[in-house]
């Protein structure tokens, strides 16, 4: 069965202290690997895809890599705005664009 | 001007009860799918349509159906509520379900079950 494992499921930063999260997966044939982010009271908002392995995007403070097994997000000199919750999700080769979502990390900073 | 949007925000309702969520997109894409946030905030896919066809059946209820009028609508209703069925339920759209497509999220239906 596809899994998507995230961790930590919490972490607390103080602001401009850099930090990674992180998704681990186990599926059938990866066809993406997608992070988005959640603010309380709204639904995910896209960030990034990745499709194979030694990939990176980047958008403001946050780099997003892929290996065969996981990957990173990592957040530099993080703001308070940087708060939310990160999920990560694949897309399996099941039929239908089928996203398998893990448990998520809530990201506080503190300025 | 909103891409994907769901009505009512808000739904407080006692067991047993039915009701109905809507969800409409904007965006031009075929494919519409419904999710449900648990407690524990675990995004889980319910059902995918393409086209007004039902794509994606996930182990549902038969309590739960879906219904899509045309491909810009899918909503989702739900027949003799249970506790159990509290939870946040998002409509996500896509442009096809051929390509590892971005889903676009409307804001969340907070269903509470009494």
């Known amino acids: 069965e596809d899994q998507v494992t995230q961790s930590p499921e919490a972490l607390r930063l103080q602001e401009g202290e850099s930090s990674s999260l992180n998704c681990s997966y186990t599926?059938?044939?990866?066809?993406?690997l997608f992070w988005y982010r959640q603010d309380p009271g709204k639904g995910p908002e896209f960030l990034f895809t990745?499709?194979?392995a030694g990939e990176e995007k980047e958008k403001e403070r946050l780099k997003a890599t892929l290996t065969k097994k996981e990957s990173f997000l990592h957040i530099t000199a993080p703001k308070p705005e940087d708060s939310a919750t990160y999920l990560c999700?694949?897309?399996?080769?099941?039929?239908?664009?089928?996203?398998?979502f893990g448990a998520g990390t809530i990201l506080r900073v503190k300025s | 001007d909103t891409a994907v949007s769901q009505t009512p925000k808000y739904l407080v309702t006692q067991m047993g009860n039915d009701k109905s969520i809507k969800c409409e997109q904007n965006?031009?894409?075929?494919?519409m799918y419904w999710y449900k946030q648990d407690s524990k905030k675990f995004l889980k896919i319910m059902f995918s349509y393409n086209n007004k066809e039902l794509i994606i059946n996930e182990t549902v209820p038969n309590r739960f159906s879906p219904k899509s009028p045309d491909k810009a609508h899918l909503n989702l209703h739900i027949n003799s509520l249970e506790l159990g069925d509290s939870a946040v339920y998002f409509c996500a759209s896509s442009p096809s379900i051929r390509l590892a497509n971005i889903q676009y999220f409307g804001a969340g239906t907070r269903l509470s079950v009494l």
């Open positions: 990745l499709y194979s």
């Open positions: 599926v059938s044939g990866l066809r993406g």
């Open positions: 965006l031009g894409h075929d494919t």
């Open positions: 999700a694949v897309l399996t080769m099941e039929y239908g664009n089928k996203l398998v």
